[in-house]
């Protein structure tokens, strides 16, 4: 079946720097891919997504581009705050389901 | 408000005995899902229904049942015979009728069995 990998965390930052999540992906046909985030003790909320090869999803300052010649959608944002700490989960569209990384816990120190 | 709900937020039970998880959704949203999530790693799908009256198995279905009698409602049972139950667990709507899209997530419930 289709998978996801991401960057294995922790990751440890500090305010303002730039952040990059890694996250690839094996597929037999054309997903849709999301980035969800996990506050502690909650659900998940959709980040951002994308539905189609080299469309940009973007939401409060983080951003991924859908790569399908590397099969990537690495997760980017230029000056992280303290409150972006949370675990972050890849996804892809595998029929009506969804398939998840195994997620990368975000630590930003102020 | 639209949302997910599930209750309760945390759950204790002794070995041996079923629970049942609610989960309740005013989306309007044709498809549920219902995953379970251990620490430090991602989530697994346990069953997911696309219409009201029809379910099917997700990857670790065993020892889980599900019911969908309403479009709103899509309850999880954690029966005797899941052998490792505690975990946190989290039910998921979308608009589902063939249609691909986000899925929206409830705050799920920690169940703790000792």
């Known amino acids: 079946g289709d998978s996801v990998t991401q960057m294995e965390g922790p990751v440890t930052l500090s305010e303002e720097a730039f952040l990059t999540i890694n996250c690839t992906y094996t597929a037999t046909g054309y997903p849709s891919l999301f980035w969800y985030v996990q506050y502690p003790g909650e659900g998940l909320q959709l980040l951002l997504k994308a539905t189609k090869a080299d469309d940009k999803g973007s939401n409060k300052g983080f951003e991924a581009t859908y790569r399908k010649e590397t099969t990537s959608f690495h997760l980017e944002k230029g000056s992280v705050q303290v409150s972006d700490s949370a675990v972050y989960f890849c996804a892809l569209t595998e029929g009506q389901k969804l398939v998840f990384g195994q997620g990368t816990r975000l630590t930003i120190n102020p | 408000d639209g949302g997910i709900t599930q209750s309760p937020k945390y759950l204790f039970r002794k070995e041996g005995q079923n629970v049942t998880l609610s989960c309740e959704q005013n989306?309007?949203?044709?498809?549920m899902y219902w995953y379970r999530q251990d620490p430090g790693q991602g989530l697994r799908l346990i069953y997911y229904s696309q219409i009201v009256n029809d379910f099917q198995k997700g990857d670790i279905a065993e020892g889980y049942s599900v019911s969908r009698e309403k479009k709103e409602s899509f309850p999880l049972t954690v029966t005797s015979a899941q052998k490792n139950p505690t975990a946190f667990y989290l039910c998921a709507s979308s608009i589902g009728a063939g249609q691909v899209d986000e899925q929206y997530f409830g705050p799920g419930t920690r169940l703790t069995v000792t």
């Open positions: 989306l309007n949203h044709d498809a």
